[in-house]
């Protein structure tokens, strides 16, 4: 059984991420129109930082960004753009 390098240096968490098609996400938002008034935190953030919440067990938004915040350098391997704020 042969390795593949495509998930190579990725966390679990992006590997997951990474396994969600983009042009899914486009498709929908175009389709209810969820990303009319935002400036920064999209419907793909607010995706996967709900994703995130869900596998890590947390219970309120300050742990949500508190772990994302631990993560903000690696945030670019699970296709993040802005964080959450409490």
């Known amino acids: 059984m042969s390795k593949s390098n495509y998930f190579s240096s990725k966390s679990v968490f992006g590997q997951l991420i990474s396994l969600i098609d983009d042009s899914l996400i486009r498709r929908e938002v ?12 999209t419907t793909k953030d607010h995706l996967i930082s709900m994703l995130f919440c869900s596998f890590s067990k947390c219970t309120s938004l300050r742990e949500i960004s508190g772990a994302m915040l631990g993560l903000s350098g690696k945030t670019s391997s699970f ?5 959450p704020k409490r």
Do not use: A, E, P, V
């Open 30 to 41: 175009k389709k209810c129109d969820s990303d009319r008034y935002t400036k920064r935190f």
């Open 79 to 83: 296709q993040l753009n802005h964080i």
